[in-house]
């Protein structure tokens, strides 16, 4: 039995992992800590597991590996303790909120000799998993432009306090986009151009719109819309969109379209059933796949260091109006 902790609520995915942890034979979700205690014993009543109050007696109580959910300003404090464990690790995205923090994590976990993954479900999402196959397979030709959104609802919270967070809707969604891109092209980023600021919800400290221009090493020009602009009654928190085009023909990718329109009084509102794969899922199941064979996780913490090197650009070309190299 693989036995695998969850460091932290703070982010609500955890709830997610909680769950798939759950429908996966061979795993078991063995305890919980976090550094709100409340907010820990909670979760952990919910989940059935112990609650764990000192990190390091969760540390050391028999895990085999950790899903780290904390504020992002804290993934490299819990990533490098859960790695001096010795533990395999699944880090919530964006992996850090600055570069020598990302890089210090990978450099931890690869010093201990364990793994680290990066929580982009988005590749498990069926509809972006047959698009990478048909880009690859070089349906559509060599690519040259895409047009992508990650628009989502405003999380609240330290989400929209910097020091926390490390940005906004960009940061929050701009790393999505960018690693979904790298993974389906093979290809990496050489340049962002970018412009961002709070236009939709009064008085954030923080961007919850961003525009961005980006150009690939292939040649591939790339359009991407972050924000967090959907309203408290759109069926589901957001988007991940993706339009293609290649010199033999173009896809258009819904990441999240396997869905159907539900329309009931006792709701008040439209809704949406999903029927297809569980992304989130897909992600706990490669991960715990990561822990019993003791290989690395995909995505992997270098994954999660180069889509955290697209966002950061985005940010510094936003603060100069120039465009920034890779």
């Excluded at 982010?11 to 919980?32: D, F, Q, R, T, V």
């Excluded at 992996?95 to 590749?123: E, H, N, Q, S, W």
Aim: proline share 4%; with cysteine; charged share 20%.
């Amino acid at each position: 039995m693989i036995r695998i902790g969850i460091m932290s609520f703070a982010h609500m995915h955890a709830h997610s992992y909680a769950a798939c942890l759950a429908k996966i034979p061979g795993a078991e979700l063995a305890a919980i800590w976090d550094d709100h205690p409340a907010r820990g014993r909670a979760a952990a009543r919910a989940a059935g597991v112990p609650f764990k109050a000192k990190q390091g007696d969760f540390l050391l109580g028999g895990l085999d590996a950790v899903i780290i959910c904390s504020e992002n300003i804290q993934h490299r404090e819990h990533v490098l303790a859960a790695a001096r464990a010795g533990l395999w690790v699944l880090c919530e995205k964006p992996i850090a909120t600055t570069l020598p923090d990302a890089r210090a994590m990978v450099a931890a976990c690869a010093k201990a000799g364990v793994g680290l993954g990066i929580a982009f479900p988005c590749r498990f999402a069926t509809p972006l998993i047959d698009a990478r196959n048909r880009v690859r397979r070089g349906e559509i030709g060599k690519l040259i432009a895409a047009a992508c959104t990650n628009n989502g609802q405003y999380p609240g919270g330290w989400f929209a306090d910097p020091e926390q967070s490390g940005g906004g809707a960009v940061m929050d969604h701009t790393v999505h986009v960018a690693d979904v891109l790298r993974w389906i092209t093979g290809s990496e980023f050489t340049r962002v151009h970018c412009a961002c600021g709070n236009k939709i919800h009064e008085g954030l400290d923080t961007d919850d719109v961003g525009s961005l221009l980006l150009e690939m090493k292939s040649g591939a020009k790339i359009a991407h819309v972050a924000s967090w602009d959907r309203p408290e009654s759109f069926p589901t928190w957001g988007d991940l969109t993706l339009d293609l085009v290649g010199t033999k023909g173009s896809l258009r990718v819904d990441a999240f379209h396997q869905k159907i329109d539900v329309y009931a009084n006792a709701v008040g509102k439209g809704s949406w059933a999903g029927w297809g794969d569980d992304a989130n899922l897909g992600l706990v199941r490669e991960f715990v796949g990561a822990v019993r064979e003791r290989r690395a996780p995909s995505p992997s913490g270098e994954d999660g260091l180069r889509a955290l090197e697209v966002t950061l650009a985005a940010y510094r070309s936003a603060t100069s109006g120039r465009p920034v190299a890779l």
